[in-house]
């Protein structure tokens, strides 16, 4: 049986919220900064080292505008994508855990 979407919890724990003090409020550096979170979805079979530079790349870009980097999810697709030689999920999850 397939999970809803309310079933499945945000990991906010996952996220570094070291630009943000203990007391909820900017610090004088990340003052005025919006805060983004990236994602980057893909079948990760296997996850490489380019995906990892991809999330740096990004950060550096996202962060030269500004903005202020939080964190990044990698989100492997569902395991009914129609790819060749696609592994199970869990382990893709795993492996994605592990480049990480």
């Known amino acids: 049986m397939a999970a809803s979407n309310s079933d499945i919890a945000l990991p906010l724990d996952k996220l570094s919220l ?3 003090s203990k007391d909820g409020l900017s610090s004088s550096v990340s003052k005025g900064k919006l805060y983004v979170v990236l994602v980057s979805p893909g079948s990760f079979n296997p996850p490489t080292y380019m995906h990892l530079r991809c999330f740096e790349l990004a950060r550096d870009a ?3 505008q500004g903005l202020c980097v939080i964190g990044g999810y ?3 697709v569902n395991d009914s994508y129609k790819k060749k030689g696609l592994i199970h999920g869990e382990h893709r ?3 994605c855990n592990l480049a990480c």
């Open 62 to 64: 996202v962060n030269s």
């Open 18 to 20: 070291g630009c943000i």
């Open 93 to 95: 999850i795993a492996m």
């Open 74 to 76: 990698m989100s492997p």
